[in-house]
């Protein structure tokens, strides 16, 4: 089958007949999904089965599934999970019981998704936040060093590979130090590479064996002083490729996002030109995806290659007692794990 370099969004919680000739003759790697797209796990079973009827039955389906301010799933379908931010209070107080909370919940997070068919989730985070930077990461992130964001954004992803959903590292080569939300604008960091390096940059280097990475809408003016990550070169072979040595495939961000310039189109022909894999597109206006199609190649060679690896990497999940783990984690996040040791 035909898969082009993109994965798409979708209008609502079915797919229209537009937007079902749009499947069939655009061929995007896969979907991802938002609120906008679901109502109840019947119905959510539903439209994923009816995308994959369209797309093949190993089609990769995404989702933004965090916990915190950003959950797509959630009450009174699934469960609430707190921010990344708490995994970090916890180990601080307790490095065991909050590398455990971080596993559990992604653990837990896996069982929510696959029971609906969902493979892919945007998580973890590798994002250092710093003192005054905008609150688009804020408690989203697991702390505020790197060595501890690396050690639970790998328990997190270890959870959600555990439970058969692939991971997906964000946002290469770090968003943390952004004074503006690159949802709305183009953030640009002007701290010196010795401090991105020891800092931003240092967190990501222990996960770069990620099956995917999404990269930032970030410029990083030490190195690249007039493009962001995303669409930047020098970002993406120098830093993202080189210094983190990321090796898995790589996916933009939502390239309908306000933080990039120009056309659609030409979103599109930048960050594939500049090293990107795959192009995200999110928003699910049709006018927008028909744009991306047009400017995407056929997946292949490098690209081609990296995808495969990442999604073959999936693995059946791992068995658990639900019940169990849900108690223990409940438990955990609420602080009612018994006292701290260090």
Not at 84 to 95: H, I, K, M, N, V
Not at 127 to 134: I, K, N, T, W
Not at 191 to 197: K, M, N, S, V, W
Request: net charge negative.
């Amino acid at each position: 089958m035909v898969v082009r370099a993109f994965i798409t969004g979708l209008s609502g919680t079915s797919i229209t007949p537009e937007e079902r000739a749009f499947l069939r003759d655009a061929a995007p790697l896969g979907l991802i999904l938002f609120k906008r797209n679901i109502a109840d796990p019947s119905q959510l079973r539903e439209l994923i089965e009816d995308f994959r009827t369209i797309r093949g039955s190993d089609a990769p389906v995404l989702i933004d599934q965090e916990g915190g301010r950003v959950q797509r799933m959630g009450p009174p379908h699934w469960p609430a999970y707190p921010p990344g931010a708490r995994y970090g209070e916890l180990y601080q107080c307790d490095p065991a019981k909050g590398l455990r909370a971080a596993w559990l919940g992604a653990r837990l997070i896996a069982a929510d998704l696959i029971a609906v068919g969902i493979t892919v989730d945007c998580l973890p985070l590798a994002d250092v936040p710093v003192a005054g930077a905008d609150q688009v990461i804020g408690d989203r992130a697991y702390g505020d060093t790197p060595q501890q964001v690396a050690t639970l954004a790998a328990a997190v992803a270890d959870g959600l590979k555990a439970g058969g959903v692939l991971p997906v590292l964000k946002h290469i080569p770090g968003h943390g130090r952004a004074t503006a939300d690159s949802h709305l604008h183009l953030p640009v960091v002007t701290a010196g590479r010795p401090t991105l390096e020891a800092t931003d940059f240092a967190a990501f280097v222990p996960l770069a064996g990620a099956p995917f990475g999404m990269t930032a809408h970030v410029v990083f003016t030490a190195l690249d002083p007039g493009l962001p990550a995303t669409t930047s070169t020098i970002m993406i072979s120098q830093v993202i490729r080189g210094l983190i040595g990321f090796s898995g495939a790589l996916m933009t961000d939502d390239v309908s996002m306000g933080a990039l310039a120009g056309s659609i189109a030409q979103r599109v022909r930048q960050s594939l030109a500049a090293g990107c894999d795959l192009v995200l597109h999110c928003n699910g206006d049709l006018a927008e995806m028909q744009e991306v199609a047009a400017n995407c190649p056929e997946l292949g060679g490098a690209a081609r290659d990296r995808t495969e690896r990442a999604l073959a990497s999936r693995r059946s999940p791992q068995p658990i007692d639900h019940e169990a783990a849900r108690a223990e984690f409940t438990e955990l996040v609420s602080g009612r794990a018994g006292a701290a040791t260090g």
